[in-house]
């Protein structure tokens, strides 16, 4: 009976038991209907198993397999004493629907803020007692992009665990795997859009009281993606109508609409107070092509760190309008990699920190990178760029077409940037441009940007070693190059550079002080190269980015630079530098600058340069070339121990100083070289331009001339005259060497040479130049000075004595010398080096002519006047030393034995002596011993003064002398004969005899000037001859002159080669061969005019007339050549009017040049003399006088 009871009370307890269950899951059902709008099915009536919640009109189904209750006192695994277990849930939905799904809940619910609040203990209790655990969760979204698409998602192992503290609600959300693929079916196969695998952990917590999100924390690992094609080609990742974000209207933005924000600030704001995501060994993969193409990214870590501390004190104004919350945010990637298809590394990053603080006095930033490895290669990333450009277009067309440029507030708090970044490498092939890479070991930056009383900000800015390559290898990593050394395709190295600055400028807008800019900056091992492949790939860089921003921005600060006076400082300092410019032509070239110093000022700057060498590789053989100092570079074209360039703003003066050491080595093909380095040069130049303005050409080509129509009445005003630049320049030393052949060079030496320039004006002087041919010194100028002047008053009265000019007033050229020295070796050809030159300056002229030859003629200026002031000129022939020693040495032998012979009469007479003195008793061997002695002296004494023959008297060098002294020459242009039609015009007036062409003729050269010339003293001495063989005193000149040269016939035209070796070979010059002709009408007037000739001078004239022929290269005209009389016929034509007022001409009679007594003595007084086409007129008194020794006062033989 008792066991009876006992099973009916059970009985009645699970009847009770199963009714309060029926009766629970009725009402949850008709809640479910009535509420919800869905049918509600629970499939076991004992168990909750197969628990269905479908939603008819949206066609939505959530489906759980089973449902139970479990205690931490059954599993211990389980962290609560309840648990809430669900077994397998199944979730199908609809995407295309999902708008209306909570509309019964916004709608029907009608529930209230009151009836979900709980009391604080009892939440408390409930969140340490309860949990909930799910095994699976499958969710199925169909029609996710299309109506074929599907989205699978499946959950394994979760757990959501809450926990308070009364303030605070904490809710933890654990996913141990997470995977989804999104589906699209087509009508050949299945194909998967995309693909997610992951584990979870999300903590969140969240305020009770005011119901916000205080705190959440996400952690991600083993996150693997796979994207395919079919997914950005799908609609899923644009949003459709009924998905698309609306505008929400938010109240600060609307109040301050106007007021610019900065991008993020108000996303960081609506974040909770700390935010904490951690992503551990990520994984995504992009497939094209059907997983032919892909890309593999993998992550170790990615670390999130966000914190804001409402109750701490705001950074007051931040902006001129609003504060900032104390913050600090973090972010950490480590070991991140990017992978091609065929796995070569496309990027690899081995960690990234960037951190930002916000306190109560400064906003401070900073950025860690450390091993970033890039290698991009356009033709793997081509198909991904353009599907990304595809992307953006369609979301750009899709979103609003008109946006609002982004204006950004100005920040008053202080800010405090700094960044670190070390072992960087970025390579990128294009494919229509040669790759090329830049890598740096390290670079750091500070930046401090302050507002005391004015906004202050200085920087330090760090490089150590950065490289930019180009060239097919350049792709290839590389070790860091050797020291010294530059490796050819390395177009920019810096060793290192460290950059300091700052700028001041004061608040207010009454203040008076400037603008102030600060900068100091050290460089150490420059190497830059300039070539073709260099400026293809810059120019490809400039184009792939946006210069009209650019130009605006620049537009934008130059205008404000021109309203807000700055005041600037810059120190600069470079040291090793070295600037190359390669050519496939031609080798390569080197500019090396041992250090650089730049320091300038608003007022002055300065440019110092210490070892500058300008060097030429013939052939680069080698994959690196030498970094030497300047001075242990071999075979400079150009070196130079030290220059000093000054410029003064205000006054507008450049002040240039060369120091000792300014040397030049010159050679046609060292020019070509160096025209070929500046030709690819200034084609890089026009590459760049061209790609950074594209339109400046065309513009200016087809922009009509703007005109400005002035009011009637009012005339325009003038524009104020240009200041011109003020010019010095200093050289100590400078040795120019120019090899116009292989064999011949000329060379020039100056010594401390000024330069000045000073409005219109032009003034240089240099106390010593020589000019050398062949290494013999031939041109010596002292007290040398030039100047160019406007106009001079001298030249003024020099034009008083020819009324027939138009011209009052002219520019001069005023060349002053102290003396003028010519010596010429002898036997020396100075033609052949003299016609190397003239060829070299033809080839020169014809190569750097250009274009202007195929332009308009345009008249030319009037040139400058002429005046030309010496006081010493000499003219050296030097005579054979051998001949002079030899008769130096017999001179000497001579008078030696004249000499020896009085010695030896003395010592006959002093033996005779002896002999009367001692007789017979004298031995002979005595004797003997005597006249031996004696011979043995005299070939001492010979000696003796054979070596002291130019002891105090120098050597005789010189065959023919030819002096002057006081030489004055003017030259006057004028406007009456400048130009081709008037020079013919002058010709055919001085020459009107000679017959003209009816055609006219072809000049190459044609030049008129109106001379005036005044010498105190003309002499010309034969060796050391004791008679002049010219002698005129009190020289003036004054007439016309012209000059032409006829263009020769094909016939008439000679070809000069010119070697310029590989890759140019020989280069003919085609040489005129018809002579320069001159017209002249001269009158002169002479004091006194002597001429001394004999037959004893022939030999020595002999000789000097092969030292003129050596002055003048052989004529090529194959003709017979002319005598003398008929060539000076054919060059020089007009009348020449001489008014001697006392001529002498001595005709010596004996053999001995040295001879100053035997000579016939033709004396003309007041001689006028016409020398004009083919005859000469002589007017005077004529005296003839023959003297001779024996007559001291010798009488006229003849009278004239």
């Keep these: 009976m008792p066991l009876f009871s006992a099973l009916l009370a059970l009985l009645l307890v699970a009847l009770s038991a199963l009714l309060g269950r029926w009766f629970v899951v009725r009402l949850a059902t008709k809640w479910c209907q009535r509420k919800l709008q869905a049918e509600l099915k629970i499939g076991s009536f004992f168990w909750i198993q197969n628990v269905s919640l479908k939603f008819q009109q949206h066609q939505q189904t959530v489906e759980i397999d089973s449902l139970w209750i479990s205690s931490k006192l059954l599993s211990h695994d389980l962290p609560r004493y309840v648990a809430l277990c669900f077994g397998e849930v199944r979730i199908r939905t609809d995407l295309q629907k999902v708008s209306g799904l909570f509309a019964p809940f916004s709608q029907s619910t009608g529930v209230h803020q009151k009836e979900l609040s709980f009391s604080p203990s009892l939440l408390k209790i409930f969140c340490q007692l309860f949990s909930i655990h799910v095994d699976s969760i499958n969710i199925m979204v169909l029609k996710v992009a299309t109506s074929e698409s599907l989205w699978h998602i499946q959950i394994r192992e979760s757990s959501f665990l809450l926990d308070s503290d009364g303030k605070r609600l904490k809710c933890e959300v654990s996913l141990n795997q997470i995977n989804s693929k999104v589906l699209k079916s087509g009508q050949l196969e299945d194909t998967c859009l995309a693909e997610l695998s992951l584990a979870l952990k999300l903590y969140v917590e969240v305020g009770i009281s005011s119901r916000q999100l205080k705190a959440i924390s996400v952690d991600m690992w083993t996150l693997h993606a796979e994207l395919h094609e079919g997914l950005f080609h799908s609609q899923l990742l644009r949003p459709g109508p009924s998905l698309a974000p609306k505008p929400v209207p938010c109240p600060e933005v609307t109040e301050n609409l106007a007021e610019p924000t900065l991008p993020g600030l108000y ?21 094209m092509n059907s997983q032919k193409r892909h890309l593999n990214w993998t992550l170790k870590l990615l670390h999130f760190l966000y914190h804001r501390d409402e109750d701490q004190l705001p950074l007051r104004s931040f902006t001129a309008n609003s504060d900032m919350a104390q913050m600090s945010t973090e972010v950490l990637l480590k070991d991140g990699l990017l992978l091609s298809q065929s796995r070569q590394r496309i990027v690899c990053l081995n960690s990234l920190k960037a951190s930002v603080q916000v306190t109560t006095i400064d906003f401070s930033a900073s950025v860690v990178l450390n091993t970033c490895i890039v290698h991009y290669r356009h033709q793997e990333f081509a198909q991904w760029l353009h599907l990304l450009a595809l992307e953006i277009q369609e979301s750009s067309s899709s979103g609003f077409k008109q946006k609002k440029k982004r204006t950004f507030p100005q920040i008053l708090a202080p800010i405090i940037f700094s960044t670190s970044i070390s072992n960087v490498n970025v390579s990128i092939q294009l494919g229509d441009t040669p790759p090329f890479a830049l890598g740096f070991n390290s670079i750091s930056l500070d930046y401090q940007h302050l507002r005391p009383q004015s906004i202050h900000q200085r920087g330090v800015l760090t490089v150590d070693h950065l490289c930019w390559r180009v060239g097919s290898d350049s792709h290839i990593q590389r070790a860091p190059h050797p020291p010294n050394m530059h490796v050819w395709g390395e177009a920019l190295v810096l060793d290192s550079l460290t950059l300091q600055g700052s700028y001041n400028q004061p608040l207010g807008l009454s203040s008076t002080q400037s603008d102030t800019l600060f900068l100091d900056c050290t460089i150490r091992g420059l190497q830059v190269e300039a070539s073709d492949t260099c400026a293809q790939c810059l120019s490809r860089i400039l184009s792939l980015m946006d210069t009209q921003s650019g130009k605006s921005a620049f537009t934008r600060e130059s205008s404000f630079g021109e309203s807000v006076s700055l005041l600037w400082k810059v120190d600069l300092k470079v040291e090793d530098m070295n600037l190359f410019t390669l050519s496939a032509l031609v080798g390569a ?278 005046l030309l002031k010496v006081q010493h000129f000499s003219w050296v022939f030097l005579d054979d030393v051998f001949e002079v020693k030899l008769r130096d040495n017999y001179e000497l032998m001579k008078d030696e034995s004249k000499e020896s012979a009085k010695r030896l009469q003395l010592l006959d007479a002093k033996v005779a002596a002896l002999r009367k003195q001692h007789g017979e008793l004298l031995p002979a061997r005595k004797i003997e011993e005597l006249y031996a002695s004696l011979e043995h002296k005299n070939i001492e004494i010979y000696i003796q003064r054979s070596r002291r023959l130019y002891g105090n008297t120098p050597m005789r060098r010189a065959l023919l002398t030819w002096s002057l002294a006081g030489l004055e020459l003017v030259a006057l242009a004028d406007a009456s004969f400048h130009g081709p039609e008037r020079v013919v015009e002058q010709v055919q007036e001085l020459d009107p005899g000679s017959p003209f062409p009816a055609e006219g003729v072809d000049l190459v050269i044609q030049w008129c000037r109106m001379l005036k010339c005044s010498v105190k003293t003309f002499l010309v001495r034969i060796r050391d001859y004791p008679r002049y063989l010219f002698e005129i005193r009190d020289w003036r000149l004054m007439g016309r002159l012209v000059g032409t040269e006829q263009s020769g016939q094909p016939c008439s035209r000679r070809r000069q080669i010119l070697h310029l070796g590989l890759p140019w070979g020989n280069v003919a010059v085609e040489r005129n061969m018809p002579p320069l002709k001159f017209y002249h009408d001269f009158r002169s007037e002479i004091f006194q005019y002597t001429v001394v000739w004999g037959p004893c001078w022939d030999p020595a004239w002999t000789l000097i007339s092969q030292s003129l022929d050596l002055l003048t290269k052989p004529s090529a005209d194959p003709s017979p050549p002319l005598p003398w009389w008929d060539k000076s016929r054919l060059l020089f034509h007009g009348d020449w009017y001489m008014d001697i007022e006392q001529a002498n001409l001595h005709q010596l009679a004996t053999e001995d040049p040295y001879n100053t007594t035997e000579n016939m003595h033709w004396e003309w007084s007041h001689l006028s003399f016409h020398w004009k086409p083919g005859q000469f007129v002589f007017k005077g008194d004529l005296d003839v006088n023959v003297r001779t020794a024996s007559n001291n006062i010798p009488a006229p033989d003849s009278v004239i």
């Design 589 to 866: 070239s080197e500019v090396r600058l041992d250090t650089l110093t730049v320091l300038g000022s608003a007022e002055t700057s300065t440019v110092g340069v210490q070892g500058l060498v300008l060097a030429l590789v013939k052939s680069v053989t080698e994959k690196m070339q030498p970094c030497c100092k300047a001075p242990d570079i071999p075979t400079p074209v150009l070196s130079l121990s030290m220059l000093s360039i000054t410029y003064h703003s205000s006054i507008r003066s450049l002040e240039v100083q060369c120091g000792t050491g300014l040397t030049l080595l010159w050679s046609p093909p060292d020019h070509m070289s160096l025209y070929q380095h500046i030709l690819a040069t200034l084609h890089c130049r026009d590459l760049l331009r061209a790609t950074l303005f594209p339109e400046s050409a065309p513009l200016l080509a087809l922009e009509p001339p703007v005109t400005v129509s002035e009011p009637e009445g009012l005339l325009p005003e003038p524009s104020p005259p240009k200041r011109l630049l003020n010019l010095t320049l200093e050289v100590s030393t400078a040795k120019l060497t120019a090899f116009v052949a292989e064999d011949k060079f000329i060379t020039l030496t100056a010594e401390s040479v000024s330069l000045s320039r000073h409005g219109g004006s032009l003034q240089a002087y240099c106390p010593e130049l020589a000019a050398g041919f062949d290494g013999n010194s031939i041109f010596h100028f002292k007290e040398m000075e030039v100047q160019l002047l406007p106009e001079l008053e001298e030249m003024i009265l020099h034009r008083n004595p020819f009324p027939g000019l138009q011209t009052l007033r002219n520019r001069v050229w005023l060349l002053s010398l102290g003396s003028v020295s010519v010596e010429f070796p002898y036997q020396y050809d100075f033609s052949r080096t003299l016609d190397e030159a003239v060829g070299v300056q033809k080839w020169l002229k014809g190569l750097h002519r250009g274009t202007h030859a195929q332009a308009s003629p345009s008249p030319a200026p009037l040139p400058p006047d002429l």
């Design 267 to 287: 996303l960081l704001q609506q974040l909770p107070d700390q935010v904490k995501v951690k992503m551990e060994i990520t994984s995504v993969v992009l497939s």
